[in-house]
């Protein structure tokens, strides 16, 4: 993100810290300030949402940072210190808190000891007792909003989850289209909030997946698997993660976290205070055997100089009365020096050479944590920016996002020719909802490279994504003139093409994409979507049965499916689709909505009411505006028309009234 002028006229960006699906997070100086001390700002950006979309969100975001403003202080909790709107970006200012992310701490196959983690957990949980009796739920606990403090040492909880709520949800970006049930960063995440139920123990749940990640060094794709099975597998009964296998820990503190992680939120603890008291009864012992930090904080090497120590009075006219052998000692010294500076580098080079073999042969077999300590053996006898490359590739792997791009942007820095360091870097930031900085990295790829035909198709996902459709196109054309068999180049630009209301050039694209790949679900689902726009409702029930039939677990084709079952007559089946898509995304309010208008249409007023309700709390969670008034104006209807049958619950339902509004639906599911 460059910025030249100051933000909200006072704050002068340093330089980003990250991006993630809310948004950026930037290094400023407060310019109103001496010295201009560094304060954090969150950026949520707010284009393409109308006027009264805007007014709306605002609104929300507003009451939510004011709360956060002024809720009580605690030394371990960053101070809001302001917020601002400023050219459809809301903006909240944080106190900078100095030192390092416990995400870089927690290392793969580096287990944290029990004491240590027994510690970990009480000063986290102490900090959360004193945020709850705030009356807020964070939300968004993970490593690495956990900072320790550099000046003590102390653990600090940063980023409440303020944009996450208000912000409508969205998909991270997939080079490969590899997606799994649960994505790294909501690992940490409870079942129920994910589905839009958040209770204080959906903090609890967070801090105990963090420690079970201290205390047996997976990686978060591990956790998330782990947690994916259970899912899959798990009974009403036991809905437990199995972790233990991958620990050795006391009996009691397995228990603990068992029960802070439970997949049913009445089967968890209940309040942070309740898990604070079982974590001391474990900490007892612990204490009495250490008293050094959790988390030593890194400190600087001492200064060579002060290792030497001063020559004494006499020392000095010793030297003096022997100046001409000292001078040949001294001379003699300095060419052996200039020949193992000269010659030492060989051994160095060759050692670095044979790790980044070592390495290329880890990743090559999938071998990715193997692939990353061989690079990292590399980087320690000489940085390079490939070596950095490859590594980052591996951390990409194993969904470690954060550090991938660390490698990337190292990479860039030591070696800016590598454009497929640029392409990664770009692809990272697109999943972490970065499309600006995506479209930055893409360019500078193809400069470097005009024949990258992968930077084309992915830039062109990102200008479609910005509402570039005409450019999107353009891309997607050049890749398919480089590589004409590239069956994702011509699906999206069929999405394209659709979206510009060029549907005869869409069907085309879409049917190539077939041809080329036969099993392919988005072409079969997007073909379907695009005679659905142009009014083949049976054409694309056609298509849409066969994408369920190639992928079961997909909400997508259900829901659009139900769309056009319902174009065909068949009321019936299309409330068989919704729920069916209900079943595989809960938070799917479009599905809710749209039963709701279908059951209402045969006369069940009370599943009617039941599904706009549910549609209206997803929507307002999600921060959307349209449709929230959509689902309160249904309510509103069967409130006038039926006043006993469903008594008026006193929320506000005066949105102007609408006649013969469209029922909303995905035209296209995301890719």
Same mark, same amino acid.
């Given at each position: 993100m460059a910025v030249k002028q100051l933000l909200g006229g006072r704050y002068q960006f340093i330089k980003t810290l990250g991006s993630d699906v809310d948004g950026g997070t930037y290094l400023v100086g407060d310019t109103y300030l001496e010295g201009h001390p560094k304060c954090v700002i969150k950026r949520l950006p707010l284009d393409g949402k109308g006027p009264r979309a805007l007014q709306f969100i605002l609104l929300l975001l507003q009451k939510k940072a004011e709360a956060l403003k002024h809720m009580g202080t605690h030394e371990q909790v960053p101070k809001i210190l302001a917020y601002f709107e400023e050219k459809h970006n809301f903006y909240l200012v944080e106190e900078f808190i100095p030192g390092r992310p416990l995400s870089n701490v927690l290392k793969p196959k580096q287990p944290l000891s029990e004491d240590v983690v027994v510690q970990l957990l009480e000063e986290v949980l102490k900090i959360l007792m004193v945020v709850h009796s705030w009356g807020v739920i964070h939300r968004c606990i993970k490593p690495s909003n956990i900072i320790q403090r550099q000046t003590d040492g102390k653990l600090v909880l940063t980023g409440f989850g303020i944009f996450r709520e208000i912000s409508a949800q969205s998909e991270p970006f997939d080079d490969e289209d590899a997606r799994t049930s649960i994505e790294p960063e909501q690992v940490y995440t409870s079942p129920d909030q994910l589905q839009g139920d958040r209770h204080f123990n959906s903090d609890i749940y967070s801090v105990g997946m963090i420690g079970i990640q201290a205390l047996s060094g997976l990686t978060t794709a591990q956790l998330a698997k782990l947690r994916n099975g259970r899912r899959r597998n798990g009974t009403a009964a036991s809905m437990q993660l199995l972790w233990h296998k991958d620990v050795s820990a006391s009996p009691m503190l397995m228990t603990v976290l068992d029960r802070m992680v439970h997949l049913h939120s009445e089967q968890r603890y209940q309040t942070a205070a309740e898990v604070?008291?079982?974590?001391?009864?474990?900490?007892?012992?612990?204490?009495?055997?250490?008293?050094?930090?959790?988390?030593?904080?890194?400190?600087?090497?001492?200064?060579?100089?002060?290792?030497?120590?001063?020559?004494?009075?006499?020392?000095?006219?010793?030297?003096?009365?022997?100046?001409?052998?000292?001078?040949?000692?001294?001379?003699?010294?300095l060419i052996g020096l200039g020949a193992w500076l000269y010659f030492g580098r060989i051994p160095q080079q060759t050692r670095a050479y044979l790790y980044m073999r070592?390495?290329?042969?880890?990743?090559?077999?999938?071998?990715?944590?193997?692939?990353?300590?061989?690079?990292?053996?590399?980087l320690n006898q000489e940085e390079s920016g490939y070596a950095f490359l490859q590594r980052g590739l591996a951390y990409q792997k194993l969904d470690q996002w954060r550090e991938a791009q660390s490698d990337f942007s190292q990479a860039i820095q030591l070696d800016p020719s590598l454009d497929q360091a640029y392409f990664q870097r770009g692809n990272i930031r697109f999943s972490l909802g970065d499309g600006q900085g995506a479209l930055e990295d893409y360019s500078k790829a193809i400069a470097l490279n005009p024949k990258a035909i992968k930077a084309y198709v992915n830039r062109g996902t990102v200008r479609g994504d910005l509402g570039d459709e005409q450019g999107a196109i353009d891309d997607y054309t050049i890749a398919i003139q480089g590589n004409p068999s590239l069956a994702s180049a011509y699906l999206n630009r069929c999405l394209s093409r659709s979206n510009l209301d060029?549907?005869?050039?869409?069907?085309?694209?879409?049917?190539?994409?077939?041809?080329?790949?036969?099993?392919?679900v988005m072409a079969y689902q997007n073909r379907g979507l695009v005679r659905r726009r142009l009014g083949d409702s049976a054409g694309a029930l056609k298509d849409l049965n066969i994408a369920i039939n190639?992928?079961?677990?997909?909400?997508?084709? &259900? $829901?659009? *499916? @139900? %769309?056009?079952? /319902?174009?065909?007559?068949?009321?019936?089946?299309a409330i068989e689709d919704y729920t069916e898509t209900i079943k595989r995304a809960p938070?799917?309010?479009?599905? &809710? $909505?749209? *039963? @709701? %208008?279908?059951? /209402?249409?045969?006369g069940d007023k009370l599943g009617a009411f039941a599904d706009f309700q549910t549609s209206a709390k997803l929507c307002l969670d999600a921060g959307r505006q349209g449709c929230y008034e959509d689902a309160r104006y249904q309510l509103e209807q069967l409130q006038q028309r039926e006043p006993q049958l469903f008594p008026s619950d006193g929320s506000d339902t005066s949105f102007e009234a609408k006649k013969g509004f469209k029922t909303y639906g995905a035209d296209f599911a995301s890719d």
């Open positions: 604070l008291e079982d974590v001391r009864k474990l900490h007892k012992d612990h204490k009495k055997q250490t008293k050094a930090k959790i988390l030593p904080v890194d400190a600087p090497a001492p200064s060579p100089l002060l290792s030497v120590a001063e020559p004494s009075y006499s020392q000095t006219n010793r030297r003096t009365s022997s100046r001409p052998l000292m001078w040949g000692i001294g001379l003699a010294c070592q390495g290329k042969s880890a990743l090559k077999n999938n071998q990715y944590q193997q692939a990353i300590t061989d690079f990292s053996n590399a060029d549907h005869g050039g869409a069907i085309t694209d879409c049917s190539q994409a077939i041809a080329l790949e036969p099993n392919s190639l992928d079961p677990d997909d909400p997508d084709p &259900y $829901y659009n *499916r @139900g %769309l056009a079952r /319902l174009e065909l007559g068949d009321s019936l089946g938070h799917h309010a479009l599905a &809710y $909505y749209d *039963r @709701g %208008l279908v059951k /209402l249409d045969i």
